[in-house]
């Protein structure tokens, strides 16, 4: 066998050698192209967001837009007015002629008025006695109608008939019911007495109670059916095989689900009791004296009746600001401000 020469040894050594830049130049290309996709890719992510971002403004133009009319609407019908009512509070006019600046006059008179001071704490009164009363009942007829009862349909069609009629013909109904002299008390004297419900504070304020709940439960009551049909039917399911009963699934389900539908019927019911007005005046007119001569009811007699506007747009504005402050710390007692939702703490 005889030894290669030279040449081929040359030759094999160019050969290895050009193969190995081959391959070398082979890499180098490969790397770059996959730093060119790699850069590539990361312009694309950093791009992305921006792109994303600019899609989600897109979309939430179109939600200003649906919501501009309700803004309009609600600032010509309520911030309007309501700026109307803060300046007349400001002034002294009985209807006629121009209005005239008189400071805080009005104000000052109205914090030393003591049937004003009684009659906020009148209305505040009668509004926590109507959520006392409305709540539960509220609660456990909704909840009731949202059950799978046989009839269910029918008999909360006909409880929620005193929805449908108006204050006037709910006051009027109950006025004649509770007549001292035709009406239910007259017939039956060893229940109320002299009959007269309307000649005592106590019983006064009871009718206007019961009146406001006779009529004003259903609506609360169509709130928690909502809600507790909203209630996902696995957690009852659940509790079930835990061998929870239909109590303690109402009080450890249904209730903690209810909690955004109980601060918002709560609401309801503070801006309702304290703008209660014409109950009021066809029940009692304020009486008997002043003993249920409320907010609402007493700037009507200021300003209808004794024609000072000014007084009764500073009692109106004082409402709206007491309705606003009850409201809000219904809310931040409630936690309803931090909820997430609904449903908060299932998943």
Same mark, same amino acid.
């Given at each position: 066998?005889?030894?290669?020469?030279?040449?081929?040894?040359?030759?094999?050594?160019?050969?290895? &050698?050009?193969?190995?830049?081959?391959?070398?130049?082979?890499?180098?290309?490969?790397?770059?192209?996959?730093?060119?996709?790699?850069?590539?890719?990361?312009?694309?992510?950093?791009?992305?967001?921006?792109?994303?971002?600019?899609?989600?403004?897109?979309?939430?133009?179109?939600?200003?837009?649906?919501?501009?009319?309700?803004?309009?609407?609600?600032?010509?019908?309520?911030? !309007?007015?309501?700026?109307?009512?803060?300046? /007349?509070?400001?002034?002294?006019?009985?209807?006629?002629?121009?209005?005239?600046?008189?400071?805080?006059?009005?104000?000052?008179?109205?914090?030393?008025?003591?049937?004003?001071?009684?009659?906020?704490?009148?209305?505040?009164?009668?509004?926590?006695?109507?959520?006392?009363?409305?709540?539960?009942?509220?609660?456990?007829?909704?909840?009731?109608?949202?059950?799978?009862?046989?009839?269910?349909?029918?008999?909360?069609?006909?409880?929620? !008939?005193?929805?449908?009629? &108006?204050?006037?013909?709910?006051?009027?109904?109950?006025?004649?019911?509770?007549?001292?002299?035709?009406?239910?008390?007259?017939?039956?004297?060893?229940?109320?007495?002299?009959?007269?419900?309307?000649?005592?504070?106590?019983?006064?304020?009871?009718? /206007?109670?019961?009146?406001?709940?006779?009529?004003?439960?259903?609506?609360?009551? /169509?709130?928690?059916?909502?809600?507790?049909?909203?209630?996902?039917?696995?957690?009852?399911?659940?509790?079930?095989?835990?061998?929870?009963?239909?109590?303690?699934?109402?009080?450890?389900?249904?209730?903690?689900?209810?909690?955004?539908?109980?601060?918002?019927?709560?609401?309801?019911?503070?801006?309702?009791?304290?703008?209660?007005?014409?109950?009021?005046?066809?029940?009692?007119?304020?009486?008997?004296?002043?003993?249920?001569?409320?907010?609402?009811?007493?700037?009507?007699?200021?300003?209808?009746?004794?024609?000072?506007?000014?007084?009764?747009?500073?009692?109106?504005?004082? /409402?709206?600001?007491?309705?606003?402050?009850?409201?809000?710390?219904?809310?931040?007692?409630?936690?309803?401000?931090?909820?997430?939702?609904?449903?908060?703490?299932?998943?």
């Amino acid at each position: 066998m005889t030894a290669p020469g030279p040449g081929a040894t040359s030759a094999a050594t160019g050969a290895d &050698s050009g193969s190995g830049s081959g391959s070398g130049s082979g890499g180098t290309r490969r790397r770059a192209l996959r730093g060119d996709r790699s850069r590539g890719g990361a312009g694309r992510g950093a791009g992305g967001p921006a792109r994303r971002s600019a899609a989600a403004r897109g979309t939430a133009r179109p939600g200003i837009g649906w919501a501009l009319p309700a803004v309009v609407f609600f600032g010509l019908f309520a911030l !309007v007015p309501l700026v109307m009512v803060a300046v /007349l509070s400001f002034t002294s006019w009985s209807g006629l002629g121009s209005p005239s600046f008189a400071g805080l006059t009005n104000w000052t008179k109205l914090f030393h008025d003591p049937v004003m001071i009684q009659s906020l704490w009148l209305s505040v009164l009668l509004t926590g006695l109507g959520v006392v009363v409305q709540t539960p009942l509220s609660i456990l007829i909704g909840v009731w109608a949202a059950g799978p009862q046989r009839g269910r349909a029918v008999l909360a069609a006909v409880f929620f !008939v005193p929805l449908l009629l &108006s204050v006037t013909a709910v006051s009027v109904l109950w006025r004649a019911l509770l007549d001292p002299n035709f009406g239910v008390p007259a017939q039956a004297r060893w229940l109320f007495g002299d009959g007269d419900l309307f000649g005592s504070r106590t019983g006064a304020i009871g009718v /206007l109670v019961l009146v406001s709940a006779w009529q004003y439960t259903p609506l609360h009551s /169509l709130i928690y059916q909502g809600a507790t049909r909203a209630i996902p039917k696995v957690l009852y399911q659940a509790a079930a095989v835990d061998g929870a009963g239909r109590v303690r699934q109402f009080f450890h389900i249904t209730l903690p689900q209810l909690r955004n539908a109980i601060v918002t019927s709560v609401i309801l019911m503070v801006v309702g009791g304290l703008t209660t007005f014409d109950s009021v005046l066809i029940l009692t007119q304020g009486g008997p004296g002043t003993d249920t001569t409320i907010t609402a009811f007493y700037m009507y007699e200021k300003a209808f009746k004794s024609f000072d506007y000014g007084a009764g747009a500073a009692i109106a504005l004082l /409402l709206v600001v007491v309705a606003t402050a009850i409201s809000l710390v219904v809310v931040r007692l409630s936690g309803y401000d931090r909820m997430a939702g609904t449903q908060e703490g299932l998943s």
